[in-house]
């Protein structure tokens, strides 16, 4: 998943952002039974909360991004937010009339506490001991984020991919605190070459001899090499086939064939630059935990696997999107969500678009995909 | 891919087979321009060449697969050829009628020259001096082997993935030495998407410490964990998502989430074992050039892209088989071949078996598939 890269300032920028943070001293109790003893969230907002307080979207994040959503940072200005495209006065999500609220889970590298983080207990990084966090425990702690800044009840929460399970999660752990939940390019749980893929990531992770068993920190080096096959593995899954194809063709690097192992194919070049990119700024265990994430959702395994009867206490209204390209998570699977929603009468609004990007086409800017999403929350009352 | 499993001696089984050895002093010019001085090709047969020598049939094996096609060895029974299931008395490829030969191609780590081997110039193993080989060479140093054995023409040349390619490719170089091919589960050409995957493979085994740049056999070394990785990757790409859903669901190995990173999920179990295993046998340095030669076989590169043009000189009869789950090389890679075959007035039959098993399925033993395999070998005339 790539952030878009912006070089020209955008007039309908939010304007230079600022991350703030929220600390939180009471423990938060994790599904996994540990007890994460105090935190810090990492956030960003845009826009004005209005005197009813009933103008709040949430936007919660996939795998490798931020709360740095939308705008740039007055000291990096090169630093755009990874949704910048959706987000901004006058964009799909106006923040002329919203109050947005971008924010980092925890176990992140990127603000909020995570395996980084100085474990209090030991006064060292928790690196290892970092407990394993879900979907269900961001919500929770972004509950308490929404308490802080005196957000009863938000007007929408979205999210694509890692992100929209967050945005149905919240539908479930507090079905009066959302209006509208916005699922994009997500799945219900996944599926065992899901996860497979994540587990393949996880042990060149794991295996790499500078893991030390995520205690790398206090030894000065970092996981690259696992890092870096755990973003190509990745990576193929974001992008279609065809967009590859696409992009990339059979176009040789070096004009011929070099029957060695220098780059041949330009695809090869393409992903060694994302890996390498990648494991220059992305926490090792930051990446277990965020896969761990992944492959546990499932809400409809307390239901015996029935997602109708796992929905049945959602109240808000839905917009499930989905992309034709995305093999990461099919239309199939949205269609999943939507058919338990309807199970449960409730307001579904679902769009398929046959874009080529992908799974990432969540990020970007196909107009059909934009042009829905500025006409769903323009419909949101206020 | 996995050779099939075969706990019970099969009464059709061609019996206790013998690795033979073919040694070739000529000096085999390489199309990357290398030259390999000397090489041997490791090689069984099943059957009898009749007398009028129109009986034989050349079996070309796929990634990690030999020139142990089928039967037994006496003094390690577990052994069974990898296409067993297909090749013996009766059985579809019969061996009361054909002469069967399996070969290993140079290059690979089970008794062909290769990266293993002792380097003639150095006395030491040749390691990542070992030149990187294609299809089109394997099929020069077979046709040498043909030559030895007193076979000017096979009666067919068969293989599944790689190893179709190399029947596709003797049909190209040679041929009039070549009655039928064979292809199955194969592509023309490996996509963008194909060759990524290859890719990250790669880049686990060259990253990996032990690698030492291929000379990792004077370390008393292997590159276990890239091997791993890398075959771990491979396997994802041989079975259907649906074969992995049906086979694994979400099944969890302890009954319920460790939230740690033993195993979970039982898919994640089955590809550790199956990496294990891999990296426990197989040669890095042949991992890298099969992954190369793989990559780089595209006969239409030299006709504009033009397929059709690319397979006028091949005058052999077709069978082309593929299995609609394999995601790796879909069918639609296969009907690439058979209109381009048939644009040139060939005798070509087209196969596409609904089979569950992906990629993998051209090793299982489909009855729909074995019995069309069955009658088109049955209808050639010796």
């Known amino acids: ?56 979207v949430l936007v919660c994040h996939a795998l490798n991004a931020s709360h740095h959503v939308a705008g740039y940072y007055a000291d990096d200005p090169q630093n755009i937010g990874w949704w910048d495209n959706l987000v901004g006065p006058g964009k799909a999500l106006d923040t002329n009339r919203f109050f947005v609220i971008g924010t980092n889970y925890i176990g992140s590298c990127f603000g909020s506490t995570g395996p980084a983080s100085i474990n209090p207990a030991t006064g060292k990084p928790w690196g290892a ?18 308490d802080k ?61 500078d893991f030390h068993g995520g205690h790398y920190y206090e030894k000065g080096v970092v996981p690259t090499r696992g890092l870096r096959i755990a973003r190509m593995i990745g990576h193929i899954t974001y992008i279609s086939g065809e967009a590859m194809a696409e ?62 009867a796992a929905l049945a206490r959602a109240k808000a209204a839905f917009l499930v999107v989905s992309f034709k390209s995305d093999w990461r998570f099919t239309p199939a699977r949205s269609r999943e969500m939507v058919r338990a929603l309807l199970d449960n009468q409730r307001i579904v609004s679902y769009l398929e678009i046959d874009a080529p990007g992908g799974h990432d086409a969540f990020l970007l800017e196909d107009p059909r995909y934009h042009k829905a999403l500025a006409a769903y929350f323009g419909n949101i009352e206020l």
């Open 1 to 56: 998943m790539n952030a878009p890269s912006v070089t020209t300032r955008d007039p309908r920028s939010v304007g230079a952002a600022k991350a703030q943070n929220a600390h939180f001293d009471a423990p938060l109790k994790l599904k996994g039974g540990a007890t994460l003893p105090s935190y810090d969230i990492a956030y960003e907002t845009y826009g004005q909360l209005n005197a009813a307080k009933s103008n709040a």
């Open 129 to 146: 001991d970092f407990p394993v966090v879900t979907v269900e425990d961001w919500v929770e702690a972004q509950r308490r984020l929404a």
């Open 149 to 209: 800044l005196g957000i009863e009840r938000f007007a929408g929460v979205i999210g694509g991919s890692l992100g929209a399970m967050q945005a149905l999660q919240w539908s479930l752990s507090y079905p009066d605190r959302i209006r509208h939940s916005i699922v994009i390019a997500a799945a219900p749980k996944l599926t065992p070459q899901n996860i497979a893929f994540n587990e393949v990531a996880r042990q060149a992770i794991m295996t790499d001899p």
């Open 247 to 308: 992009k990339f063709g059979r176009a040789l690097r070096r004009g011929q064939p070099g029957f060695d192992f220098d780059v041949d194919f330009e695809v090869e070049s393409y992903l060694r630059y994302q890996g390498d990119k990648f494991s220059s700024y992305f926490d090792a265990n930051t990446y277990l935990r965020i896969t761990k994430a992944l492959d546990y959702f499932d809400p409809a395994a307390d239901f015996g696997g029935n997602l109708s």
